[in-house]
């Protein structure tokens, strides 16, 4: 009889790690949820958590009978086609057409992927070879350097700053052996909506430099005050050069089902097919379903939702003062001296996102969440204002 787990022997010299893992940078999320914990059993008041970036109500009920439905047949519980459900292809397709008036090929511009979050990294395996510079944003999101490290690239940095309105400003990134440029608009930590001509200037970097275009659209649909949601792939030419990431996660509320996309460039879109060819086998069928249901039924959830967020950053305006919100769940709020995430977290019992995670420009900063309820947002808020 085997012994319990408990009891087996543990080797005590592993062996080596290979250098890919050991370059992996400190995974910021799982760190903060530790720290988060260790706070939460220091006696004191309940912590107020507006740290995390993780939609506070699920999809509505049609998507979750699709899924329910779907799974009750039985031909769905085998592996399920290598690259999607050509049907969701599609689905995602006619979303582009209709939503962003982008037109892609179903069959050779859209890869469905398990979340943006693994295409993050998958994108740099298949655009970078060893040595090569990956350019990610300044503030970027805390994932993005995970993609370089374990390509074996150099990272690179593109700089948003607040006195050009968080634009991205192309002439002051690498330019020599440049694989790819990342960026996301509605940005994430900076909370704007795409800057007239980013798109643009993007394209003309990739011309110059020769580097591939990776957007990430994660949320692409939380535009506030009216403004419609910009894909990059409607810029003329951006297909030539790049591709764009699409998730379900924040405009359906459908983070935990681990579904996203990649599309545009056909080539890359091929190396992220073959990729996963290799790697694993399709999303389970009733989850690609519910997709389809979501992508193609109505739409009037993911408006409520960004009505919802609108709302509330009204809310926190009104009780910090002006600050720029444009779109996305968050507010990037720099700290006054003297107070800095460490201290709003033991003197106040109050999680924010430290800024320090999201690149060197980061330090000073927090990174406040909207996909929190309204009674915690508002709790939140009155300790905010009492420390700042
Ligand atoms: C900018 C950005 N990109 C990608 C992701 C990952 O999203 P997904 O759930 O599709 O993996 C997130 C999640 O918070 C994000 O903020």
Redesign the pocket.
């Known amino acids: 009889m085997k012994a319990p787990a408990s009891k087996r022997h543990i080797p005590t010299r592993a062996p080596t790690r290979p250098a890919r893992i050991e370059r992996l940078p400190e995974q910021y999320f799982g760190a903060l949820l530790a720290r988060v914990a260790a706070q939460a059993a220091v006696k004191g008041e309940p912590l107020l958590d507006l740290g995390r ?1 993780n939609p506070e109500t699920g999809p509505p009920a049609h998507i979750i009978d699709a899924l329910t439905k779907a799974a009750e047949r039985p031909d769905v519980h085998g592996y399920s086609p290598f690259r999607g459900l050509p049907e969701l292809r599609e689905a995602l397709a006619e979303r582009y057409r209709t939503h962003y008036s982008v037109e892609l090929d179903p069959h050779s511009e859209v890869a469905v992927v398990p ?4 295409a ?1 990294v998958e994108l740099s395996l298949v655009l970078a070879e060893e040595g090569q510079t990956v350019v990610l944003p300044d503030p970027y ?1 805390p ?1 993005y350097p995970s993609a370089p490290a374990l390509a074996g690239a150099r990272t690179g940095l593109l700089p948003l700053t607040p006195s050009r309105a968080w634009a991205p400003d192309f002439s002051r990134a690498p330019a020599e052996d440049v694989a790819a440029v990342y960026f ?1 608009y509605p940005n ?1 930590p900076c909370a704007v909506a795409v800057p007239d001509g980013a798109f643009e200037q993007a394209i003309e970097y990739a011309h110059a430099t020769g580097a591939a275009v990776v957007h ?1 659209f ?2 692409g649909d939380l535009v506030f005050d009216g403004r419609e949601p910009r894909s990059f792939l409607a810029a003329p030419g951006a297909k030539e050069v790049g591709v764009e ?1 699409f ?4 405009s359906y509320g459908m ?1 935990g089902w ?1 579904v ?1 996309f990649v599309v545009g460039n056909a080539e890359i879109v091929e190396r992220i097919n073959l990729l996963n060819d290799h790697c694993r086998v399709g999303i389970f069928r009733p989850i690609q379903e519910a997709c389809i249901a979501a992508l193609t039924g109505p739409q009037d959830s993911v408006a409520e939702r960004r009505d919802t967020y609108q709302r509330r950053r009204d809310r926190v305006l009104e009780v910090l003062g002006p600050m720029t919100c444009e779109g996305t769940f968050y507010l990037w709020l720099e700290l006054p001296e003297g107070v800095t995430f460490e201290s709003l977290l033991t003197e106040h019992r109050l999680v924010v996102a430290p800024g320090e995670g999201f690149g060197p420009s980061g330090a000073g900063w927090v990174r406040l969440s909207l996909a929190v309820s309204d009674e915690t947002l508002e709790l939140g808020l009155e300790r905010l204002s009492r420390a700042l």
């Open positions: 970036g979340g943006t979050k693994t993050i999101y994932d996301n994430n990430d994660a949320y990431m998730s379900m996660s924040k983070a681990r996203g």
